[in-house]
């Protein structure tokens, strides 16, 4: 069965950073397109970047420049190294890959930026 396991969340002091993974099984890794999403209480889910099978990235205005999303095909991980954190940033964060015909959501993990 398709899968999407997040890790990496937890607690931070704004200024720190974090490194989230997602890691797949049952899914052709290699030929979809994967991305990050974030949904904060009262608040829309939104994207934060997302990545093609080749590389090619693409964020949202808000972390530009301190986010980076990564993907390592071999290992079918996908990966979100975010710095700078801001209070802003906290939010459940959700990996999503699409394969056109299937797109499968991770259950999420808990990203807090407090002092």
């Known amino acids: 069965q398709a899968q999407l396991v997040e890790s990496g969340g937890g607690l931070v002091q704004p200024g720190g950073s974090l490194r989230l993974s997602c890691a797949a099984s049952?899914?052709?890794?290699?030929?979809?397109?994967t991305g990050w999403y974030r949904q904060a209480p009262g608040k829309e889910r939104e994207l934060v970047a997302r990545?093609?099978?080749?590389?090619?990235?693409d964020y949202a205005d808000s972390v530009k420049g301190r986010f980076t999303i990564s993907r390592d095909n071999a290992k079918n991980v996908v990966y979100l190294q975010m710095n700078s954190l801001k209070v802003e940033d906290t939010a459940v964060y959700y990996c999503?890959?699409?394969?056109?015909?299937?797109?499968?959501w991770g259950q999420g993990t808990q990203v807090t930026v407090s002092s």
């Open positions: 999503k890959t699409d394969g056109g015909p299937r797109v499968t």
């Open positions: 049952g899914i052709i890794f290699r030929v979809v397109r």
């Open positions: 990545i093609s099978s080749g590389g090619f990235t």
